[in-house]
């Protein structure tokens, strides 16, 4: 966190540096001081309409203009002291200008191809060959990083919501990352009609864990997991559930543990073979609420009105696919004992999402998006649904992913 800061704080004082020549003097300084003032401001009120639009304008056009500013600025500086005459200022002047324009056109015209692009998902199939101890199969939908704000569209998630009741999946397995805005603000704009049908689309259950994100929307005052149970999702927050087929364990995120000023549970707490099993019956909506503690530890509901009278515990120990939600994929912690995950899921990267991001992205992270192995777990990284503010996609795609998890085939000896 400190590094970002600091890199962040360099890149601002580039910008002011560099738009600060795009006039005489104190005119130039003003200038670029109100870009800054600003870019602050939109970020402060983010939850509007005026907002979103700055910070996906920024977002777009700092990175790429930062790719002109540092060769220039490093010219400047190397010009300034092996000449013996400086640059004139007409010269910079008149060279700012231009970089401001060739970057100011750049993101333009990734908006204008990028946008459209965004809109477009994909859906991606992946198949995973389940060990030979299970036998039943499954279908689960997977997708991360919707990131509602002013600028997401509600036609994306209506597609979406279609495309799941054809596809009528077992479970719905959300990675984090739901919204930039309040809960009341999701409310008001019809957002919980709308995950209420999405979350009834799986026959067994819609899991999901926070982001990131969340912990932005904890620290305002709104509370997403309990918004998420209210819309029909099992949220799993450093807890285990096993529904059906399978047992799920969602992790809290980092940040949301960082905010809330407490340590994530060893993942050796949260084995399902070490709990008490814990199912709960369809509601009258057709979700599927469920949850689990360890042994001794409270059970809690995981919709605000299932009451205590409908838990059915189940402590006979049952051998099913284990798959982990984790948003951020940052691996397996370290001294790790007992059995792994069968698979994990993640989202967070969005791959970069823009150049040049996608570009850096690959050596922030070392499984940014796709199939790979962390911690020797199969790890599946998730470009997300949508995007954090630009609602641009260059170099990277919007998807969701549909897995089949097929079961293993006892075959008789001839």
């Not at 500086?77 to 010269?91: A, E, K, N, W």
């Not at 999402?353 to 996608?358: I, K």
């Not at 192995?373 to 949508?386: M, P, Q, T």
Request: proline share 5%; charged share 20%; with cysteine.
């Amino acid at each position: 966190m400190i590094a970002f800061l600091f890199v962040l704080l360099a890149a601002l004082a580039l910008v002011y540096v560099n738009l600060s020549t795009l006039a005489k003097g104190k005119a130039g300084r003003i200038i670029a001081l109100s870009v800054l003032v600003l870019l602050f401001l939109s970020m402060t009120f983010r939850d509007t309409w005026a907002g979103s639009v700055a910070v996906a304008f920024f977002a777009v056009w700092l990175p790429n203009a930062l790719l002109f500013y540092i060769p220039w600025t490093l010219y400047r500086i190397g010009y300034y002291f092996t000449q013996p005459h400086h640059l004139s200022r007409h010269f910079v002047r008149r060279v700012s200008r231009g970089l401001l324009g060739v970057t100011v056109g750049i993101a333009l015209a990734m908006f204008a191809y990028g946008v459209p692009h965004n809109d477009d998902y994909k859906m991606m199939d992946l198949t995973v060959d389940l060990p030979s101890q299970y036998t039943e199969g499954f279908t689960a939908i997977f997708f991360s990083d919707i990131h509602v704000d002013p600028l997401f569209k509600a036609e994306k998630l209506q597609r979406f919501i279609a495309q799941a009741d054809s596809i009528k999946p077992d479970y719905l397995l959300f990675g984090g990352d739901l919204a930039d805005v309040s809960m009341e603000q999701l409310d008001a704009w019809g957002y919980d009609s709308l995950f209420k049908m999405l979350t009834s689309k799986a026959k067994v259950a819609a899991v999901a864990v926070n982001g990131n994100h969340e912990s932005m929307q904890e620290r305002a005052g709104s509370n997403p997991n309990d918004w998420m149970r209210k819309v029909g999702f099992v949220v799993l927050d450093d807890s285990t559930a096993c529904i059906g087929k399978a047992c799920f364990t969602g992790r809290t995120d980092y940040m949301v543990a960082r905010g809330r000023d407490v340590l994530r549970r060893p993942l050796a707490e949260l084995i399902p073979d070490s709990l008490q099993l814990t199912e709960i019956p369809q509601d009258s909506m057709g979700a599927v609420a469920a949850n689990e503690s360890v042994a001794g530890a409270p059970v809690v509901d995981s919709l605000a009105d299932t009451a205590a009278a409908r838990i059915a515990y189940d402590t006979t120990v049952v051998r099913r696919p284990w798959i982990l939600l984790d948003h951020q994929p940052k691996g397996i912690e370290k001294g790790h004992v007992g059995r792994f995950p069968d698979m994990a899921l993640s989202g967070h990267t969005h791959d970069g999402q823009f150049f040049p991001v996608t570009f850096i992205i690959n050596y922030v992270w070392k499984v940014a998006y796709g199939k790979g192995a962390l911690g020797g777990v199969f790890w599946l990284v998730s470009s997300g649904f949508d995007c954090w503010g630009p609602p641009v996609r260059f170099g990277s795609d919007s998807e969701f992913w549909i897995i089949k998890f097929k079961p293993h085939e006892n075959v008789m000896p001839e």
